[in-house]
């Protein structure tokens, strides 16, 4: 009965590969998000899909390709990945956009070798 | 771009004292949040506290926001070990797509 997963927990690749991480939420929510969380615990948003639909969209590599394919699923695909690509990547989902209260994930540790 | 601001970055405290933890804000905001995340964990959401409202409270965690000087502080009462944990402000600008703006946390020991 988990509300937000996300799979792998851990991903560890070589510089170059491309990677995905999936996210799924089971609470009947219309927004979700993507963030990164760097070494110094500092959390960034990266993307944010309300009903399937990208409503915020900050300023990433766009190597980095948001995919929802419905409602309750808002992946993450990386490609070509570079060592400043390590980190642990949130995600999240709240009933409506960030007015609400967003309910994450365990996150994903990302390490590019 | 970073917004709140919580201080002190870090604190070490005995279990049963109170613990303090303030978040500072630079713009107008429609609300404001507090966070926990344990060690390897995502965060958790604690209180949501509004522009309009002054203090919250939950269990034994209080909160209060002074829209004038733009800065909120989270009490945690009678602390225990398993309040240790970095906490996290966040705030909903109501000029920016109504994203949440992070702070970058206060990580917080409780010493048994």
């Known amino acids: 009965d988990t509300a937000v997963s996300q799979t792998p927990k851990y991903l560890v690749t070589q510089m170059g590969n491309d990677k995905s991480i999936k996210c799924e939420q089971n609470?009947?929510?219309?927004?979700m998000y993507w963030y990164k969380q760097d070494s110094k615990k500092f959390l960034k948003i990266m993307f944010s899909?309300?009903?399937?639909?990208?409503?915020i969209n900050e300023t990433v590599p766009n190597r980095f390709s948001p995919k929802s394919p419905d409602k309750a699923h808002l992946n993450l695909h990386i490609n070509s990945l570079e060592l400043g690509d390590s980190a642990v990547y949130f995600c999240?989902?709240?009933?409506?956009?960030?007015?609400?209260?967003?309910?994450f994930g365990p996150g994903t540790r990302l390490t590019v070798l | 771009s970073q917004q709140g601001e919580e201080d002190p970055q870090a604190l070490s405290i005995q279990e049963g004292e109170n613990a303090t933890m303030n978040c500072s804000y630079k713009?107008?905001?429609?609300?404001l949040q507090w966070y926990r995340q344990n060690s390897g964990r995502g965060l958790v959401h604690l209180i949501l506290?509004?522009?309009n409202e002054r203090e919250k409270h939950s269990g034994r965690l209080r909160v209060t926001l002074d829209t004038s000087k733009k800065s909120s502080s989270l009490l945690i009462t009678a602390s225990r070990a398993a309040d240790t944990a970095s906490y996290f402000c966040?705030?909903?600008?109501?000029?920016?797509?109504?994203?949440?703006?992070w702070g970058a946390g206060t990580k917080l020991i409780i010493k048994p």
């Open positions: 899909y309300n009903n399937k639909e990208l409503i």
């Open positions: 999240a989902s709240s009933r409506q956009v960030s007015t609400d209260t967003q309910y």
């Open positions: 713009t107008s905001i429609n609300n």
């Open positions: 966040a705030t909903v600008r109501k000029d920016s797509n109504y994203q949440l703006i």
């Open positions: 506290i509004r522009s």
């Open positions: 609470l009947g929510h219309d927004t």
